[in-house]
């Protein structure tokens, strides 16, 4: 009997290094590591978090779960890989329900050609291609939560390039239909992001997106641009990121990470700068500046809004994080109570 323990306990922990060794996880098929293992891993991460809000009269505060999503991947041959997860949070589109996250297969001729298909974010900005649980501010930025919408969709992307590549490049064709939205006209999306590393701390990019959003629409089209930034110079990192986007747009698609849409003109664009540093390997101040502006034709708008963020990130260890920020919100036309403390714990697994 004791032999038999013994074989199973060698057994589990040479299971568990194999699942180990898939690397870091990921939730955009544009960022796959290339292990060759096919080891099928479960993985995913919770993140409780508090909110107070400082709104007039009674302070508005709540717990709750920013995200909650559980994952599997792996791969069936050399070549053949899958990524499936599900979000289980109840804060994040509207219901109680858990939904498909992202889901697909991603088929790899070599570096420079990586096909994948299902459902998957949209290639376009830095913020948006950045996965969830390696944001630097518990709240991505307002102009990729507004402007880049949906952020996932149904589609086949093409990627090439890895982090030791100077040139890395992602194009995918989609419906622009957005999660759990079967395709409602004739029409698909085309849209792609390229990064250029110009030193080892220097390296910018640019996205661009051309689809017809409203449904059961071949007519009203939408274009949109962007440009990025991304300075890593020893222990100081900064990013920055202006976004123009322009025609139609549909509501009903949703901003990223659940984020309430709002009212947008003809004409709209925004920007935003973040830089951290990493004071050890535990303590990291960080501090953001962005702005958007729904209607660029309209003066003294009233949607017009410029946030400030500052706080820090604590890494337990590299699996746990806690993250304090505190979010400045700076209207220019009418003055509101709506500055915002977050607090949120981050569990990886």
Known sequence: MKSIYKLLIIALLFFSNTVLSQGCDVDDPTSTDSTSTRAIKIFGYIQPEYDYNFTEGDQDNTIRFKRARIGVRGKVLNDFSYYFMLEASPFIGGTADTYLMDAFVTYEADNWARFSVGTFKQPFSLDVATPCHMLKTIERSVVADQLVAPQRDFGLAVFGGNPFNKLNYSVAVMNGTGLNQGDNNTKKDIMGRATYKITRYLTIGGSFRFGYPIPNNNEDDRSSYGGEVLLELDKLRVQAEYIYDEGAYFAGAAGGCGTTPIALGQKRDGAYILATYAVNE??????KYEYLDPDIEVKNNIGYLERMTVGF???????????????ANIETVVNVDNDQLLAQVQIRF
Do not use: A, D
């Open 282 to 287: 535990k303590f990291e101040p960080i501090f």
């Open 313 to 327: 990130n604590y890494f337990v260890n590299n699996k746990v994080r806690f993250q304090l920020n505190y979010l």
